[in-house]
């Protein structure tokens, strides 16, 4: 016993000896050595308008020279508060916190105003977490969706926009989109509730009532066009294509059920926002009416929304504006509760939400398994001239830069050129001057 209580002695020095010599000699390799904190620098707006629409996009500095993140928080009917917003709330509150801790940053700043929620200060939060996003990528040299877990798919189908204002030559724009390598088509007759397609006067505008640029909707005619819009269309460009449609919230409940059911003969690929958030009791009744996909959400001013439909199965696509709902961050969990559920993603991006916008959709796109589809987007000139490394098309796919964090970088100078203005009119109403929502 002495002899091995010697042994083991001699060993357990010889093995302290050993391991003290090698950690002399150690050298940590470069992976394992993690990054130097950076602390956030300033948060600022800058606010341009290449295309017409307000955009809004953060700016977020860091006390490493030279390193700086994008995020949209585009609210163009409301663009100068949120302006204010970032320049006068978020600046204060993420000056000299941590940039890496994007979870905590997130919540911090949707608890910090205490009422949680609206549209102003989401789009901010949400514009403050790209742009994190956007850091975190270049920090680690990666693009975004790397980060997320890497690609799920080469390249992200869209759908773009038909339209006309009548049948066929909606059917007509869908057959040159498709020739232009589209598989998914959104097919509209006029705009929005097939506003403009006809040159009727309304009784409202005859007595005086309501704006001059006011717009009329006739929802009789609307619902009885629309099944026309797609019998013309499916027999213009055959049963391949994905078709797919908007009622964009502005028909009673019972009408959009009753349209939906009518359309369904058609194979929708889905249908678009059947009913306004506060209607959303009766998707009970749609479901056990059709079986027409839906999609639903781009009203949705906070991610606790989406929990009880996905759950309980109430819509086929999440329809949510990722620069809404507080950004990449809250998107993901979101997409995340929709895999469990088979609901499938199809992020709002609209000519509205900015490059750096389209960007945090593609990378999400990429990295997400149950990706649905995603809008097409098109970049004039002058927005090209302000933001590189935009998302590009290409017969029908969407792809990113590989560039490390979101891809998009801003030229201000060339920003300043296009200001935004306080001009928004989304106002639309029935024969007797009635507001129509949204």
């Not at 102003?120 to 956007?134: H, I, R």
């Not at 696509?317 to 997409?335: D, E, L």
């Not at 302000?386 to 030229?411: H, Q, R, W």
Request: charged share 20%; glycine share 8%.
């Amino acid at each position: 016993m002495i002899a091995a209580g010697s042994t083991a002695g001699l060993l357990s020095l010889f093995g302290e000896n050993s391991q003290a010599h090698a950690r002399e000699h150690y050298s940590t390799p470069a992976y394992a050595k993690g990054l130097a904190p950076i602390k956030i620098k300033s948060v600022k707006a800058i606010a341009t308008a290449p295309q017409g629409s307000n955009l809004i996009v953060v700016k977020v500095e860091t006390t490493e020279p030279g390193l700086y993140g994008l995020g949209c928080a585009t609210f163009t009917q409301r663009a100068v508060s949120v302006v204010t917003a970032i320049n006068t709330y978020l600046n204060e509150f993420c000056t000299g916190k941590d940039v890496d801790n994007i979870e905590d940053m997130w919540q911090s700043t949707y608890v910090s105003s205490y009422w949680r929620n609206g549209p102003v200060l989401n789009n901010a939060l949400s514009g403050l977490d790209e742009a994190l996003w956007d850091i975190k990528g270049k920090r680690a040299n990666m693009p975004v969706y790397q980060l997320l877990g890497g690609k799920a798919r080469f390249a992200i189908p869209c759908y773009t926009h038909a339209n006309g204002n009548s049948p066929e030559a909606t059917a007509d724009n869908a057959q040159e989109i498709m020739d232009r390598g589209f598989k998914y088509v959104r097919i509209q007759q006029g705009g929005y509730g097939a506003v403009g397609s006809t040159e009727q006067k309304p009784d409202f505008k005859a007595a005086g009532f309501g704006g001059e640029s006011d717009s009329y909707m006739n929802e009789r005619a609307y619902l009885k066009s629309v099944p026309k819009l797609f019998e013309v269309v499916r027999k213009k460009c055959g049963d391949e294509v994905e078709l797919l449609h908007d009622v964009h919230e502005r028909v009673q409940p019972m009408d959009a059920i009753n349209m939906i059911k009518a359309v369904e003969q058609y194979r929708p690929f889905f249908i678009e926002d059947p009913f306004s958030p506060e209607n959303m009791g009766w998707f009970k009744q749609l479901r056990q009416s059709t079986t027409v996909p839906i999609a639903m959400g781009e009203l949705f001013n906070n991610v606790n929304e989406f929990r009880d439909p996905m759950a309980n199965q109430m819509f086929d696509y999440i329809r949510c504006h990722v620069s809404q709902i507080g950004g990449i961050t809250p998107a993901m969990k979101v997409a995340r509760l929709g895999e469990w559920y088979n609901v499938k993603t199809a992020w709002h991006g609209p000519g509205d939400v900015s490059p750096v916008g389209h960007a945090a959709h593609a990378h999400i796109d990429l990295a997400i398994w149950n990706f649905g589809i995603q809008e097409a987007v098109s970049f004039n000139d002058k927005t090209q001239a302000i933001f590189s490394g935009c998302p590009t098309m290409k017969n029908g796919y969407m792809s990113v830069n590989e560039a490390p964090g979101l891809g998009v970088d801003i030229n201000e100078k060339e920003a300043a050129k296009y200001p935004i203005t306080t001009k928004s009119n989304w106002q639309v109403r029935k024969f007797d001057g009635t507001i129509i929502r949204p």
